[in-house]
């Protein structure tokens, strides 16, 4: 579970899993992120991406399968094949891809509340991000 966000709602836990963890590309290549969330049926997914020292920016999210926004796409592009599958790509990875990329789940529920903990691989950071959906 060290790669793992953990999620409570109060009736049960969630996992969402991002693979690979950790992955070093040469620019040019193409890459494949996949987010997996497990205990939940349909999820809205989140893709957000970071530059270091700079501020998370929203890239994709999708409340169906099948059905994918993009916010800030920077070259990037999403699919979501599955319910609980979200799956960022880019065909060229160019050097201004470098950073962090971060998966994210919520639901809409009325009444009920829910916090969600991420905790980043080791190499990548010491802190805990902690999000509450709105």
């Given at each position: 579970?060290?790669?793992?966000?953990?999620?409570?709602?109060?009736?049960?836990?969630?996992?969402?899993?991002?693979?690979?963890?950790?992955?070093?590309?040469?620019?040019?290549?193409?890459?494949?992120?996949?987010?997996?969330?497990?205990?939940?049926?349909?999820?809205?997914?989140?893709?957000?991406?970071?530059?270091?020292?700079g501020?998370?920016?929203?890239l994709?999210?999708?409340?169906?399968?099948?059905?994918?926004?993009?916010?800030?796409?920077?070259?990037?592009?999403?699919?979501?094949?599955?319910?609980?599958?979200?799956?960022?790509?880019?065909?060229?990875?160019?050097?201004?891809?470098?950073?962090?990329?971060?998966?994210?789940?919520?639901?809409?529920?009325?009444?009920?509340?829910?916090?969600?903990?991420?905790?980043?691989?080791?190499?990548?950071?010491?802190?805990?991000?902690?999000?509450?959906?709105?």
């Amino acid at each position: 579970l060290n790669n793992s966000l953990i999620f409570f709602t109060g009736v049960g836990a969630q996992i969402i899993d991002q693979r690979p963890a950790v992955s070093v590309q040469p620019v040019g290549s193409s890459l494949s992120l996949e987010c997996t969330v497990k205990g939940q049926s349909s999820p809205n997914l989140y893709w957000y991406w970071q530059d270091k020292g700079g501020t998370l920016q929203q890239l994709f999210y999708s409340i169906s399968v099948g059905d994918v926004v993009s916010v800030t796409a920077r070259n990037l592009s999403a699919s979501r094949p599955q319910d609980g599958q979200f799956i960022l790509s880019s065909e060229k990875l160019l050097l201004s891809h470098s950073g962090f990329y971060f998966c994210a789940w919520s639901i809409t529920l009325t009444g009920v509340g829910q916090a969600s903990v991420q905790k980043p691989h080791p190499l990548l950071s010491p802190t805990t991000l902690t999000r509450s959906p709105r």
